[in-house]
Every structure is written in structure tokens, then in C-alpha cells.
T-cell receptor, first 112, second 113 residues
Framework: QKEVEQNSGPLSVPEGAIASLNCTYS??????FFWYRQYSGKSPELIMS????GDKEDGRFTAQLNKASQYVSLLIRDSQPSDSATYLCAVNPGGSQGNLIFGKGTKLSVKP | DVKVTQSSRYLVKRTGEKVFLECVQDMDHENMFWYRQDPGLGLRLIYFSYDVKMKEKGDIPEGYSVSREKKERFSLILESASTNQTSMYLCASSTDDISGEQYFGPGTRLTVT
């Protein structure tokens, strides 16, 4: 059974701090990794994709991938109250016809 | 801009009714997916389709069927709605390249009474 694990939270950080969200996955041959943001009552929105080991930065967001440790993380710098949401980690295992395996999400709360 | 639309944001149906949920994407994506999302259970895949008239069962297909007659449209059918099908239903689409990026519609909150 291919799995993606996330700490459910809630993770609470003060405004302006760095929020660190973590995800581990079980399928060693996974090829693509994604972070989605989901506001309460809304649908998931793709915010970051990462395909190779290392860091990928996009504005205040940095995705980090370590395939040897089967670990992917999302850092949010200068966190804002508008970043308060549930963050879903998703993994594309090889040969899955595009199916993603989703974690259950980490709820982030940024306090003003 | 990526666009996936769903026929209704909110829907209330009675037990035993046949329910149709429609999803349309304008990105010429090959793959389309139907999920349901429930508190504490996360996203669960119901059915997916990787081509017109093709369908594959996901993790929880019981009580559901799907139809894909055109590339841009993927319908989810609840043959006889039951209260345990009350949920948020999410449609997504993706290309068939190696990346697998999925884009979601706004969701349909279905209540079965």
C-alpha cells in the first residue's frame, strides 16, 4: 500500500515566522511531488511542484525534496494570516497513469 | 489559465434519487478524476479516466458510476443516493505526461437526506 504521511497539526506559527510542513512517502520510485493549499470549504489549489532532489523556491514558498530519505517539505517564509489553510502533500508514483497519492493534510494557523 | 468547472456548488438530494455530477475542463487534458473528501479521511479516489470512453475504478467505486463521452467532460453518477454519500465531491484533470499535476474544480457539496 503506497502511503503519504503528514502530521495533521494544527501547526500554529506567529505572523512573520517560517512555517515548516513535512511529508514522507513510502514508494521509493516516486517521481513527482506536489503541495496543494486548501482553504476551508474550498478545493485544493496547486502551489508547488518538485521533481528532483534539492530546493525549489517560488516567492515565499520553498519546496525541499530528499528522495534518499523519502521526504518532502514546504517552507513558508514571512507567514501571513492568509496562509492559514490545510496543506496537502501529493506524490506521483511511477507508472500510475497520473494518479496521485495524497496525504491527509496539515492544518496551518498563522496568528497575527 | 487552467479551468475546471463543476455543475453545482451545493446540491441537496433525497435518499434513493439518481444524482448526476458534471465536470468540464478546458485544458485538453487526457486524465480526469473524481474524488470525495470527508473530514479525517482525506481525499479518496472514486473513479478516473485516461481517455474518452475509458474508465478505471479508484479506491471507493461502490455506489458510483462514471461516463466520459467527450474528452472535456467527466460525469459522476450516484445510481441511488444514500446518506453515507453526503460529502464534498471534487473533480480534477491532468495531462498524461510524467509530471501528473492535477488541477481541481471548485467542488460540489452534496447532502443526501
Amino acid at each position: 500500500q503506497k502511503e503519504v504521511e503528514q502530521n495533521s497539526g494544527p501547526l500554529s506559527v506567529p505572523e512573520g515566522a517560517i512555517a515548516s510542513l513535512n511529508c514522507t512517502y513510502s514508494d521509493r520510485v516516486s517521481q513527482s511531488f506536489f503541495w496543494y493549499r486548501q482553504y476551508s470549504g474550498k478545493s485544493p489549489e496547486l502551489i508547488m511542484s518538485i521533481y528532483s532532489n534539492g530546493d525549489k523556491e517560488d516567492g515565499r514558498f520553498t519546496a525541499q525534496l530528499n528522495k534518499a530519505s523519502q521526504y518532502v517539505s514546504l517552507l513558508i517564509r514571512d507567514s501571513q494570516p492568509s496562509d492559514s489553510a490545510t496543506y496537502l502533500c501529493a506524490v506521483n508514483p511511477g507508472g500510475s497513469q497520473g494518479n496521485l497519492i495524497f496525504g491527509k493534510g496539515t492544518k496551518l494557523s498563522v496568528k497575527p | 489559465d487552467v479551468k475546471v468547472t463543476q455543475s453545482s456548488r451545493y446540491l441537496v438530494k433525497r435518499t434513493g434519487e439518481k444524482v448526476f455530477l458534471e465536470c468540464v475542463q478546458d485544458m485538453d487534458h487526457e486524465n480526469m478524476f473524481w474524488y470525495r473528501q470527508d473530514p479525517g479521511l482525506g481525499l479518496r479516489l472514486i473513479y478516473f479516466s485516461y481517455d474518452v470512453k475509458m474508465k478505471e475504478k479508484g479506491d471507493i467505486p461502490e455506489g458510483y458510476s462514471v461516463s466520459r463521452e467527450k474528452k472535456e467532460r467527466f460525469s459522476l453518477i450516484l445510481e441511488s443516493a444514500s446518506t453515507n454519500q453526503t460529502s464534498m465531491y471534487l473533480c480534477a484533470s491532468s495531462t498524461d505526461d510524467i509530471s501528473g499535476e492535477q488541477y481541481f474544480g471548485p467542488g460540489t457539496r452534496l447532502t443526501v437526506t
